[in-house]
């Protein structure tokens, strides 16, 4: 009866895999978080889906020591592996995908509509070629800052600044 009492507040499921959170947090608010034949963990981290679906079906979904969040959006990986290390998001083997895009991050730093190819304004700003996106910035969902973005094909030229060391690494020329 419990098990049905979670499964209907549509909060946190795991199907024939294991469901870890040690010393962190793992939360969906509004939507809902599988884990289909794989392994979601989360040690001293903070797993965040809000408003949104976050799933792993096939592989494995690891933060440690790191964020990974997805606000009012996807983030799928499909027989592959979704890893965060210390504030980085890899998909190695497979596709981390945020509204149907290819969603990459070295750095730590993320891009949540990998669809949605950047704008470059300057080295500092951008915009996305999305009203959805652009509405959830103006309601202080999310802001990104840029410091370097390609408009084209190649979306690892595309990085989203999370804090002042990532910042110092850019800068250094530090990528993964």
């Known amino acids: 009866i419990a098990q049905f009492l979670e499964a209907q507040r549509g909060i946190n499921r795991c199907h024939g895999g294991i469901n870890r959170c040690h010393g962190g947090i793992n939360r969906c608010h509004g939507g809902i978080n599988r884990c289909h034949g794989g392994i979601n963990r989360c040690h001293g981290g903070i797993n965040r ?12 979904n690891r ?15 499909q027989g592959g592996i979704n890893r965060c290390h210390g504030g980085i998001n890899r998909c190695q083997g497979g596709i981390n995908r945020c509204h149907g895009g290819i969603n990459r991050c070295h750095e730590g730093i ?13 080295k500092t700003s951008f915009w996305w070629k999305s009203s959805k996106s652009v509405a959830l910035r103006q309601n202080g969902v999310q802001r990104h800052e840029v410091m370097r973005c390609h408009v084209g ?12 060391d990532l910042l110092e690494n850019l800068k250094r020329g530090r990528w993964l």
């Open 110 to 122: 993320m891009s949540p509509w990998g669809h949605h190819e950047p704008v470059c304004k300057n």
């Open 153 to 164: 094909d190649d979306r690892r030229g595309s990085f989203l600044l999370t804090n002042t």
């Open 49 to 60: 889906c809000h408003g949104g679906i976050n799933r792993c079906q096939g592989g494995i």
């Open 63 to 77: 933060c440690l020591g790191g964020i990974n969040r997805c606000h009012g959006g996807i983030d799928r990986c």
